[in-house]
């Protein structure tokens, strides 16, 4: 498995961006015809690219599974479009790295072989842009995702704020009734897929039970069951730390890769 670092300019970002990724190009496995299947892997709040790299159990499984994993840094932005010009994070991750990696290292181009996960505010923006860029992405993996922001009220306590992590979306009522919101995401692929213009990918959410965001991976994993989507959907006793996380990665990783859908 190689590991490989690369710094591009970023059409979407309008500066440079630093990318890592694992490739399973010296792993003794052949490389598929169509290319490697590939995870866009994003890491949660005050963290950065490496998390994964350094904290998880994720390159030993990547290498048994001949899978290519892309870790973009995406600051504390929850991965969506910011206040500021030339901070589209979602577009990023959704869009640009993918389309910049296929053409850098020998992945599929395949939808159903692309994916997206991540941790926390990685699983809140996995949630956000694997609707929202629901062409690009088949699977979802979503670990303790912070999906907490919008799926309460300002002043309901299980909206669990401790970062001012609202910051980078605006005012609330206004951010809630755009794309930021995970939900209007979802509202939005719903009507595309009624008029058989796409496809839901699956998604897979885990919390711990012991989780302060237990509460709003629950009221998620509702709204995605009511709208059709075909969601796997489990909890257990763990927290909000890679020991959780670790213990999860090999049953969301075999079910993201499975060719049938499990739900």
Same mark, same amino acid.
């Given at each position: 498995?190689?590991?490989?670092?690369?710094?591009?300019? $970023?059409?979407?970002?309008?500066?440079?961006? $630093?990318?890592?990724?694992?490739?399973?190009?010296?792993?003794?496995?052949?490389?598929?015809?169509?290319?490697? =299947?590939?995870?866009?892997?994003?890491?949660?709040?005050?963290?950065?690219?490496?998390?994964?790299?350094r904290e998880?159990?994720?390159?030993?499984?990547?290498?048994?599974?001949?899978?290519?994993?892309? @870790?973009? $840094?995406?600051?504390?932005?929850?991965?969506?479009? *910011?206040?500021?010009?030339?901070?589209? +994070? %979602?577009?990023?991750?959704?869009?640009?790295?993918?389309?910049?990696? =296929?053409?850098?290292?020998?992945?599929?181009?395949?939808?159903?072989?692309? @994916?997206?996960? %991540?941790?926390?505010?990685?699983?809140? *923006?996995?949630?956000?842009?694997?609707?929202?860029?629901?062409?690009?992405?088949? =699977?979802?993996?979503? @670990?303790?995702?912070?999906?907490?922001?919008?799926?309460?009220?300002?002043?309901?306590?299980?909206?669990?704020?401790? !970062?001012?992590?609202?910051?980078?979306?605006?005012? +609330?009522?206004?951010?809630?009734?755009?794309?930021?919101?995970?939900?209007? !995401?979802?509202?939005?692929?719903?009507?595309?897929?009624?008029?058989?213009?796409? $496809?839901y990918p699956?998604?897979?959410?885990? !919390?711990?039970?012991?989780?302060?965001?237990?509460?709003?991976? =629950?009221?998620?994993?509702?709204?995605?069951?009511?709208?059709?989507?075909?969601?796997? +959907?489990?909890?257990?006793?763990?927290?909000?730390?890679?020991?959780?996380?670790?213990?999860?990665?090999?049953?969301?990783?075999?079910w993201m890769?499975?060719?049938?859908?499990?739900?």
């Amino acid at each position: 498995m190689a590991l490989i670092k690369v710094t591009y300019a $970023s059409d979407v970002m309008k500066r440079q961006i $630093s990318l890592s990724a694992y490739i399973p190009i010296d792993n003794g496995q052949p490389r598929p015809e169509y290319g490697y =299947r590939t995870l866009v892997m994003l890491h949660g709040l005050t963290a950065d690219g490496s998390s994964w790299i350094r904290e998880s159990d994720i390159e030993a499984m990547a290498r048994e599974r001949n899978l290519a994993v892309l @870790f973009p $840094s995406g600051e504390n932005s929850f991965y969506v479009q *910011g206040l500021a010009p030339n901070s589209d +994070y %979602g577009e990023l991750v959704g869009r640009e790295i993918v389309e910049f990696a =296929r053409g850098l290292f020998p992945l599929s181009a395949r939808r159903e072989d692309t @994916f997206i996960g %991540g941790l926390s505010m990685g699983g809140f *923006g996995a949630l956000r842009n694997g609707l929202k860029y629901a062409d690009t992405f088949a =699977r979802v993996i979503s @670990f303790s995702a912070a999906i907490h922001m919008f799926e309460f009220e300002p002043g309901d306590p299980r909206r669990h704020m401790v !970062c001012h992590e609202d910051m980078v979306m605006g005012d +609330y009522a206004a951010a809630r009734q755009t794309d930021r919101n995970p939900a209007v !995401c979802l509202e939005a692929l719903k009507a595309r897929v009624d008029a058989g213009e796409g $496809s839901y990918p699956g998604i897979y959410m885990i !919390c711990g039970i012991d989780d302060d965001l237990i509460d709003a991976n =629950r009221s998620f994993r509702d709204r995605l069951l009511a709208a059709g989507v075909p969601v796997r +959907y489990r909890e257990g006793p763990g927290r909000h730390d890679f020991a959780y996380w670790n213990a999860n990665l090999p049953d969301l990783l075999d079910w993201m890769l499975a060719d049938e859908d499990r739900a």
